[in-house]
């Protein structure tokens, strides 16, 4: 059969165009994905980071360690260190030099927000040099880390976690890559934060695990060689970055791989269908059903093994032009790097192959079924297969039930899953599978249902006419119904595309609307908002300001982590805010489901519904703040499932050793009869020069808006841009390759006296039909998943819009349109230019 297949690739090589077109695509956009994916595995090991300089440093490491059923202890790494002890920075430093860095957030007027404040000794551990001044040698001088050298002398306001104060620079140094320093003197870093972040050593290593070993209850870790990046906050900071690009990246390779193998599988079932006598003529001969079989496999194999190899090709060139995309988009820094290797191109290869296959099973299966007699037929008219109308209306049926049992689901049970991207992204990967599995057996129903109502019009305008809406309407109405397959493997994309892009863009808008709804509604007992400006928060200062200004009640939310108890199983990290009682009680506009807001207090906690465990108000529950302190609070409130991300509140005076920890709101409400303006004009000035601005709840909520547009657009794009460019390729393709097959049948139109205008505007009507009923089809879709995710917000935010991408779709559906109708046209076209002969 190999031979008979390379034959037939030589001779037929036609045929199996659109098939090599749509897996070399689906090929390509997998070596584009997985090399990207896998960039964003780690981060490269860099030649400069903050301790490169430093044969060892020593960290913190403290842990809350849990002991489960069998007695193991499971730790669970606190989320703000409490700095390494005094004994053991005094028997590391026995070993040899050690410098004691410091590090907290401190920020020049007009600096970057990450900009970060470190004695002036810890700057050679990072390769620091001096490019022009001095160091610092008194409180209030500063060397700043890649400054210019014009600075030098000048008095600058700087702004820490206790509020502004100007300082004097006296030195600047080479640009660092991992950071933006400003370095004091190390007793003036040491007062701005006490506690020791990580220690450079410079004696032995193993000196320095025996010294550290040696500390009673010293929780510290020993880092050497390219284990030292981990204490490089920067480090981590690319960790954070690649994690978020790694996600959307992956769920963008699966849909693209999702879609691959519909559009795959669609192509080959009509190229078997368009051989279907020529197979047939192989059975007349003597061929076997096994040996068709292994034909279309063998043929499957060889299209394959061209298709990964372009495609293959294609991802080299679509690798750098996704990591332009990733870098342009702000997505990933400047330094992201994507290399291509063989592996992941062999992993493209074989993830094509496997596509094939899985394309061509059924396929193979259906040629085997095909009948001596079929080769005798004079007819051309398709017969459905029953057992593949079957298999498609169970494989459908299911998994529309199975999102539609997801979408009641999460309303009815658990709707704080609606709120949540991923989850609902699953959904609608779902529905978009059952709605291109039904395609194939909707799409004849559809295009009934669209040619019923300008039919039944034509009839009553004139019963008497013997074909109701014209010779072309009537044309294009059987055409599509007869030729189910060229009907089905035209609606399918159709389908992908409208599906894919409205329920991944309805629900991610409508999510971010919920969201933006919920910030106005806990806002609704807010008049102004003060919020950081250019600062990575607000200090103490302007805190003290904000609440100084009379006729006014602020709410200060810190953020902090707690760790939640779980039993036996490891403490879980949960979003947590320090607090005001009883400004959180009058301000902030919480729902409750069980307590008050008003009992929260220094022995207590408000948890959200979702908190481990389902604790019911006054119950006691174990927790750890995020420096490791236990506490066992009493619960104060249980709050209704939100949008919220904060699961905790507690009170501000549990957490007063956080001093370096900035605010990052302050809510502020006015008492009855205080004057608005006067009262907004005072907070303006209370926050001048101070790194603060103040708003409204609705211009808040506005930013809310752009903020969660700008970053769903962007992690959508990258899910919907290759699959969505494949989906019209193969849409292309499809038409191209049934109206090259339609030759004959136009031939005979032309015979029958057809003009061809009449022709050209049968075809283009059939192919408007077929869109149209994809377009329905991938609208259902469409509002079964933006109805599902609404419904669930409904339940956390309350009154919510429902957002449905209407300008997008619009914009698909004309792309659609526009390539089906230039697809179909022109073959018919150049087929038709012989005139009436054929």
């Not at 620091?128 to 008095?155: K, M, N, Q, T």
């Not at 044309?475 to 409208?498: E, M, Y």
């Not at 599902?788 to 659609?816: D, F, I, K, R, Y």
């Amino acid at each position: 059969m190999l031979s008979v297949a390379l034959s037939t690739l030589r001779v037929r090589w036609v045929s199996f165009v659109g098939t090599f077109v749509a897996l070399t695509f689906g090929v390509g956009l997998m070596a584009t994905a997985i090399p990207v994916i896998a960039a964003t595995g780690g981060v490269a090991d860099a030649a400069r980071q903050r301790y490169s300089e430093a044969p060892v440093v020593v960290v913190p490491h403290a842990t809350v360690d849990v002991a489960d059923k069998n007695g193991r202890t499971q730790s669970t790494a606190l989320p703000q260190q409490p700095g390494l002890g005094a004994d053991l920075v005094a028997a590391v430093a026995r070993t040899g030099k050690v410098v004691a860095d410091h590090s907290f957030s401190a920020q020049l007027a007009g600096g970057p927000k990450d900009q970060v404040g470190r004695g002036w000794s810890a700057h050679a551990a990072g390769g620091y040099r001096l490019a022009a001044g001095r160091a610092p040698a008194e409180d209030g001088e500063v060397v700043i880390g890649g400054g210019a050298a014009s600075l030098i002398g000048r008095s600058l306001p700087l702004t820490t976690a206790a509020g502004p104060r100007k300082v004097t620079v006296t030195g600047v140094t080479d640009v660092a890559p991992f950071e933006h320093a400003v370095f004091f003197t190390d007793a003036e870093a040491a007062r701005l934060s006490p506690a020791v972040d990580a220690l450079a050593a410079y004696g032995p290593a193993d000196a320095v695990r025996k010294a550290v070993a040696a500390v009673p209850g010293a929780e510290a870790a020993v880092l050497t060689g390219k284990d030292r990046a981990h204490a490089d906050p920067h480090h981590a900071a690319l960790l954070a970055e690649m994690d978020g690009v790694s996600t959307p990246l992956g769920l963008a390779a699966g849909v693209a791989g999702f879609v691959a193998v519909f559009v795959v599988a669609g192509t080959f079932a009509l190229s078997v269908a368009q051989r279907r006598r020529e197979l047939a003529l192989l059975r007349l001969v003597g061929s076997t059903r096994r040996q068709l079989r292994r034909l279309i496999c063998c043929e499957a194999v060889l299209v394959g093994l061209l298709a990964s190899a372009a495609g293959c090709a294609l991802g080299l060139a679509g690798v750098p032009l996704c990591r332009a995309w990733l870098v342009g988009h702000g997505i990933v820094s400047d330094g992201f790097t994507a290399p291509v290797t063989w592996r992941a191109l062999l992993a493209a290869a074989g993830i094509g192959m496997v596509t094939a296959m899985a394309g061509v099973a059924v396929s193979a299966v259906r040629a085997g079924l095909v009948s001596p007699g079929d080769a005798l037929r004079e007819a051309a008219v398709e017969r459905r297969p029953r057992a593949g109308l079957v298999l498609r209306w169970v494989a459908g049926g299911t998994a529309l039930t199975a999102g539609v049992v997801a979408v009641t689901g999460t309303a009815a049970i658990q709707p704080q899953a609606g709120a949540n991207a991923a989850a609902s992204a699953s959904v609608v990967l779902v529905i978009v599978a059952a709605c291109t599995t039904l395609a194939g057996v909707l799409a004849g129903p559809l295009v009934r249902l669209l040619t019923a109502l300008p039919l039944a019009l034509s009839a009553r305008r004139d019963p008497d006419a013997a074909e109701p809406g014209g010779v072309v309407w009537t044309t294009a109405r059987q055409s599509a119904l007869t030729a189910f397959r060229r009907t089905s493997a035209t609606t399918t994309p159709v389908v992908i595309v409208i599906a894919l892009a409205g329920c991944l863009l309805g629900t991610l808008d409508t999510i971010n609307a919920a969201q933006v709804s919920g910030v106005r509604k806990q806002l609704s007992r807010t008049d102004y908002v003060v919020s950081p400006a250019g600062t990575p928060g607000l200090s103490e200062a302007v805190v003290r300001r904000v609440r100084s200004v009379p006729g006014t009640t602020t709410l200060v939310t810190t953020p902090t982590t707690v760790l939640a108890a779980r039993g036996p199983r490891p403490a879980v990290a949960r979003n947590a805010a320090a607090v005001d009682p009883a400004a959180l009680a009058t301000v902030a506009a919480l729902k409750v489901d069980s307590g008050s807001l008003t009992d929260l207090g220094p022995d207590s906690v408000v948890v959200s519904a979702s908190w481990p465990g389902s604790p019911a108000t006054g119950d006691r529950i174990k927790l750890w703040l995020a420096d490791g302190t236990p506490k066992n609070l009493t619960v104060a409130a249980v709050l209704a499932p939100d949008h919220n991300s904060v699961r905790a509140y507690l009170d501000a005076s549990l957490t007063p050793h956080f001093g370096t920890t900035l605010a990052s709101r302050a809510d502020v409400r006015l008492a009855p009869g205080t004057d608005r303006e006067h009262t907004a004009e005072a907070l303006r000035t209370a926050v001048h020069g101070l790194g603060a601005k103040i708003s409204t709840p609705d211009e808040v909520s506005a930013a809310a808006t752009d903020a969660n547009t700008e970053a769903s657009r962007n992690g959508i794009l990258m899910i919907l841009g290759l699959s969505v460019l494949y989906a019209l390729t193969a849409l292309a393709n499809t038409l191209l390759m049934t109206t090259t097959d339609r030759r004959r049948e136009l031939t005979l139109l032309r015979l029958a006296g057809a003009t061809k205008t009449q022709v050209l505007r049968s075809v283009a009507t059939e192919t408007l039909l077929c869109v149209a009923a994809g377009t329905l089809l991938g609208t259902f879709a469409t509002a079964l998943s933006i109805t599902g995710s609404w419904s669930a917000l409904h339940q956390l935010v309350g009154p919510t819009p429902a957002m449905v991408p209407w300008n997008t779709l619009t914009e698909l559906l004309t792309a659609c349109t526009a390539i089906a109708l230039a697809a179909t046209l022109t073959p018919t076209a150049l087929a038709l230019r012989g005139g009436k002969s054929g």
